[in-house]
């Protein structure tokens, strides 16, 4: 009895011993635990809230602002320059006609005479003001290289990005004696490239200056022959590539025919490179064609190596970087090798900001009444306010959905077409003259057009499915309000889709006028349902046919003349 007493006693005194750290210690484990616990339940939550819509940036902000919380020492940390841009408005007001003179001043007459006649311009806007002079001044310091400054550009589509490097280029090589490769000139995509070589085709054609463009579709052999002039020599066969020089002075192509060209045609050289614009820079980042980035980097940097050894000065390859949203991804900003860069801006503490000519509306209607509510829309926009309409939708196969129920609708009220990559290049590039000519009055587009496509006189923009990403409606919208113009963008949401579109455009989206609520005449909806329904029925059936007919010329191996042959067969059989 003595002895168990002593035991108990001895478990008391031990408890008692417990010291008073140890005692704190196993608590606060206890309670951390515990708070960790409801923390990733939250967090969990959280995440099942919103995963279908964060994208890859918002995810490295999130998991900065936690480790912040949780370990002040390990954040990840914009780079300097980044966090010492220059600010750019966004008011695409033009500047004063007084401050454009001060740009101008140092400008070629023929560069201002091109702007003047072909282009309309005699003022600047905001972009261009600021980015144009320190562009030029820092090419009069690129002579040597501890003085030069790559130059980062981001602002919204639309507000005049391209003339910001194209004049700054054509002024650096007015004076050019020989024909060599100065420019190279990268974008994403084949409309883009075409659009660019436009603008400077217009410069060039006042002056000595050559430009062409290299896109997929036409031959490396053809490319060569552009590019490439074949000196006459009685050297012999193994000496010919040193027998050859450049044809042109500026280049603009797409990442991947670049390295077509660097990899199959031993002539063609970067040697004498002085500018490299990389355009759409955040679409081209994600773009991992032969590692275009590192490879081009290495060849600019063994080129710099070769040329110095006979010059007294390096003469460095300046970049400019020009994008409508800039990744905050250190890794991926590192990539681009940039040498003691400028950045300029065109946001606030938000990612995103809009023109504050464009008005943003949306319109809560039932899913199954959304065709019916955007041809009650385009009906009003085409025919009584006369204005052209992008309409933009999810996928292809709804563009070529949506589009044949609106022409089935419209019954050649007004002009409908369809833009998507299911139609063939050339065919595209009719269907753009004809809307920029405004012979066609809708475009259904899937998000093909939805990045840098510069067509005048766009006053509205619908997307028919709400974007689950605030870069897609950033690119869409984009369309419309361009160079200070007056554009406005509807929305088609359901009850249920509401609430989550309102909130991206609320916490991403800078803007001077609040989005509102568009209301469609219910009279005018009941009117078309009956309408609506007969032309459903038909759709059913064109798209039974198409099917039909897809499998009838499945011998067809050209994939183009096949669906030109089934659109031509459709078309005949619906609509006549």
């Known amino acids: 009895m003595s002895s168990k007493k002593n035991r108990k006693h001895k478990k008391r005194k031990d408890l008692e011993n417990l010291s008073e750290e140890k005692f704190d210690k196993k608590f606060k484990e206890k309670k951390n635990k515990k708070n960790e616990n409801k923390n990733e339940n939250e967090q969990n939550q959280e995440e099942l809230d919103q995963n279908y819509t964060e994208n890859i940036f918002e995810k490295i902000n999130k998991e900065t602002s936690q480790n912040e919380n949780t370990n002040k020492n390990q954040t990840i940390r914009l780079p300097l320059w980044i966090r010492k841009g220059k600010s750019i408005t966004t008011n695409l007001q033009e500047i004063d006609e007084t401050k454009s003179k001060e740009v101008f001043f140092g400008v070629s007459p023929i560069i201002q005479e091109t702007l003047r006649e072909d282009f309309g311009i005699t003022t600047l806007f905001p972009t261009q003001y600021e980015v144009i002079p320190s562009i030029m001044e820092t090419i009069k310091n690129s002579h040597f290289l501890l003085s030069s400054n790559d130059i980062c550009v ?22 050019r004696v020989i024909v060599r490769l100065r420019a190279v000139v990268l974008l994403p995509t084949r409309q883009l490239v075409l659009q660019v070589r436009n603008v400077f085709e217009k410069f060039c054609s006042r002056c000595s200056l050559k430009v062409v463009s290299s896109v997929g579709e036409s031959s490396l052999t053809q490319s060569a022959r552009m590019l490439i002039q074949n000196n006459e020599s009685n050297n012999e066969k193994e000496n010919q590539f040193a027998n050859t020089s450049s044809k042109v ?67 460095s390859v300046k970049k400019m970087i020009f994008t409508a949203t800039l990744t905050k991804n250190p890794e991926k900003m590192s990539s681009l090798l940039l040498h003691n860069p400028l950045y300029f801006f065109a946001s606030s503490n938000l990612r995103f900001k809009i023109p504050s000519s464009l008005q943003q509306y949306y319109i809560i209607c039932q899913e199954e009444q959304k065709p019916l509510y955007l041809y009650a829309l385009l009906e009003r926009l085409s025919i009584q306010n006369k204005e052209q309409t992008l309409c933009f939708t999810g996928s292809v196969e709804a563009t070529h959905r949506l589009f044949y129920l609106v022409k089935l609708m419209s019954k050649e009220k007004f002009k409908v077409q369809e833009y998507s990559s299911s139609l063939n290049s050339k065919k595209r590039e009719e269907i753009l003259k004809k809307f920029h000519r405004g012979e066609i009055n809708v475009l259904v587009s899937s998000d093909i057009m939805a990045r840098g496509m510069d067509i005048v006189g766009i006053q509205n923009v619908i997307n028919y499915n709400a974007p689950t990403f605030v870069q897609n409606y950033i690119h869409r919208i984009g369309r419309t309000a361009r160079a200070g113009r007056i554009g406005k963008t509807y929305t088609l949401v359901t009850q249920d889709t509401k609430s989550y579109f309102l909130r991206m455009i609320k916490r991403k989206i800078v803007h001077e006028s609040p989005i509102l609520k568009e209301n469609i005449n219910q009279n005018v909806i009941s009117e078309l349902e009956v309408d609506y329904e007969n032309n459903l029925k038909k759709l059913k059936i064109m798209i039974d046919q198409e099917n039909i007919a897809t499998s009838n010329f499945s011998c067809v191996n050209n994939q183009d003349i096949l669906k030109e042959t089934i659109r031509k067969q459709l078309t005949k059989t619906i609509f006549n």
């Open 154 to 175: 981001q602002a919204p589509t639309g507000s005049g990005k391209t003339l910001a490097y194209v004049i700054p280029i054509i002024q650096s090589l007015l004076n």
């Open 249 to 315: 002075d500026i280049l603009i192509c797409t990442p991947g025919r670049l390295m077509e060209l660097l990899q199959n045609i031993p002539e063609f050289s970067l040697e004498d490179l002085r500018f490299l614009v990389i355009d759409e820079a955040d679409r081209l980042l994600t773009q991992s064609y032969s590692d275009w980035l590192y490879r081009i980097n290495t060849i600019i940097k063994s080129s710099q190596k070769t040329t110095s050894k006979t010059r007294t000065d390096l003469i």
